[in-house]
């Protein structure tokens, strides 16, 4: 009840009936939290709405926000706001008012401490004929056309800078509407797809069929594990299965066998904690919480290579991921983050041997933690504890770009090349135009990243390795492509591990967003199936325990004539097989 009088308010103040929203506040079983919230925002909304974005306006948002949660420094707090402020004055100086002069004096006014990437970001701003659909997609502020409009984003950019359990997601209700009619155009071809998303002219129909094209038959259910399965890949070429389990075992399945067990890798004496594959599917790599990197090899079942992190001299903090790099065939490289901070490269030989570290990155002072990362465009993609989305050069581990999220990242994949929207830029070379990453936000959230605006350049893209020398190529920076969110309404809501599923249905050659899926776990055994645009289109139920991993087989199994399907694994120690 708390949640959903929680919705009503919601919409009651957004849509300027608060003298309603404020009776319904006044409810006896309302949530007294949820209560201060709402009433707080009431309050930031009319001064943002009534003030001149000046410095006197900072102090009282600070105030009022501080009053929701202490878990910020104060002055770090009243920093974050400033900048939230000063951003959107600065837009609406630009494009809305039309006076670069005022829009170039609030740029020199910024912080001193204020983050590179923004200053560059409205920098670049200036200098555009055109608004561009980059920075501007990142703080909601697209397609602007009023003062009253802008100052609606500000209020809602200003609480998105509270921690991610206290603020509460915004248009809950009209959310769930907009994910019914998705989830009916999607289940049901004869159902209207031009029909308005307006909350007061829905339609939905009552007769709810199965769409049988989305990949959603639970096919096999894998018992190999005596224990919680923390992790599970797909080889590249989609030909096997790999599982870690908190049973300390790694399990390989020949997935073109009706998963017959290939092979049990056992040395490791803790925990299973993350896997991955090199580029021909002949080696898998493992982390465990006993502190040991192995590499392993699918024809001999043996253990060839080892980093026992405890006589590193590199770190002794617990390895977080670790993956190979493009070039591992001739280089032995492996790429690999810890928990203190660290990035490394290291060239790992045959067991025993002393490895040679390659290239290192670290802050000097206080280094956030990496908690996973991808490799992607000759680039890596890592996230931090400390809501950062950092990208850098190979192999010299330079930064180049960095981009604040809202709440904590947990996971970090690299998308399908099948995925809607990623287009053969040459199509001879199968190069893609667009590229994507998908980040895992805590508690329940998932965003897209369209990351085509970073790519090698001329000079590096055809080498195999990028030089500190290289910049940023393209037009645009990295940007918010879609977002997903799971609706407030229900406690047992979570996303674990995403997997951008790709194009689900392989008859098709288009790039339609209704042939593309995102896949990720929750706390209660379920499994969330998305739209492109992130709408949800499913819900299934195959397991007793928290769903830790998805994994989608790979592409070149698809083109090769292979159906669609994916995995996933769960604390109940089953791994089960979906498709179509």
């Known amino acids: 009840m708390d949640d959903t009088l929680t919705l009503i308010a919601q919409y009651l103040f957004q849509h300027n009936h608060s003298g309603i929203a404020q009776q319904v506040l006044e409810l006896p079983e309302f949530n007294e939290s949820h209560r201060h919230y709402l009433q707080v925002k009431h309050e930031v909304t009319k001064l943002i709405t009534t003030s001149d974005l000046s410095s006197p306006l900072i102090s009282q948002v600070e105030e009022q926000l501080r009053s929701l949660s202490r878990d910020y420094d104060s002055e770090e707090l009243e920093f974050k706001i400033e900048i939230a402020i000063l951003t959107i004055a600065f837009l609406e100086e630009l494009y809305l008012l039309k006076n670069t002069n005022k829009a170039l004096s609030i740029l020199r006014s910024l912080p001193e401490k204020t983050d590179l990437s923004i200053r560059q970001n409205l920098s670049s701003l200036l200098l555009q004929n055109d608004i561009p659909n980059v920075f501007l997609s990142s703080i909601h502020w697209k397609n602007v056309e009023s003062i009253a409009e802008s100052r609606q984003i500000l209020v809602e950019n200003l609480f998105r800078l509270l921690p991610s359990p206290v603020y509460l997601f915004p248009n809950g209700i009209e959310s769930i509407m907009k994910d019914a009619q998705n989830y009916q155009q999607l289940s049901i071809p004869s159902f209207n797809s031009s029909a308005t998303t307006s909350p007061s002219s829905l339609s939905l129909n009552d007769s709810l069929l199965c769409n049988d094209n989305l990949p959603r038959k639970l096919k096999q259910t894998l018992n190999f594990h005596s224990n919680e399965v923390w992790f599970i890949k797909y080889s590249p070429d989609g030909k096997y299965l790999a599982t870690g389990s908190k049973d300390t075992k ?65 770190t002794q903090a617990r390895l977080s991921a670790a993956k190979f790099l493009p070039d591992y065939e001739t280089s032995n490289r492996i790429l690999i983050a810890s928990n203190d901070g660290k990035l490394f490269i290291i060239a790992l030989s045959e067991t025993g041997s002393t490895p040679e570290l390659i290239s290192k990155y670290s802050k000097s002072i206080i280094s956030p933690q990496i908690q996973d990362f991808t490799i992607q465009n000759d680039f890596i993609w890592a996230i931090t504890m400390t809501n950062e989305l950092l990208v850098f050069s190979i192999p010299d581990l330079k930064l180049i770009y960095k981009m604040q999220f809202n709440q904590i990242p947990v ?103 209704n042939t593309g899926i995102v896949i990720s776990g929750g706390r209660s055994g379920e499994i969330w199936l998305w739209g492109y645009e992130g709408n949800i289109v499913g819900c299934l139920n195959g397991h007793e325990g928290l769903v830790n991993c998805v994994t989608w087989r790979g592409d070149g199994y698809a083109s090769s004539g292979g159906s669609v399907e994916w995995a996933s694994g769960s604390d109940d120690g089953k791994v089960c097989i979906w498709g179509l």
């Open 250 to 314: 790694i399990i390989v399945y020949d997935a073109t066998k009706n998963y017959k067990l290939h092979g049990v890798f056992q040395l490791h004496t803790e925990a299973i904690t993350y896997i991955s594959w090199n580029s021909s599917s002949t080696e898998i790599l493992s982390l465990s919480f006993d502190q040991t990197l192995r590499v392993w090899s699918i024809d001999t079942g043996k253990c060839i290579k080892e980093l026992d992190n405890k006589k590193s001299l590199v």
């Open 411 to 513: 996971a970090i994949s690299s998308v399908s090349s099948s995925f809607p929207g990623i287009i053969p830029n040459n199509p001879a070379k199968n190069e893609p135009e667009n590229t994507f990453v998908l980040v895992n936000l805590k508690p329940s959230s998932l965003v897209l990243i369209n990351t085509s605006g970073i790519v090698a350049s001329s000079s590096a893209a055809s080498s195999s390795s990028l030089k500190s020398t290289d910049k940023i190529g393209g037009d645009k920076l990295p940007y918010l492509e879609s977002f997903f969110h799971l609706p407030s309404t229900s406690s047992s809501n979570f996303i674990i591990r995403g997997c951008a599923g790709g194009n689900y249905n392989p008859n098709r050659k288009d790039t339609n967003a």
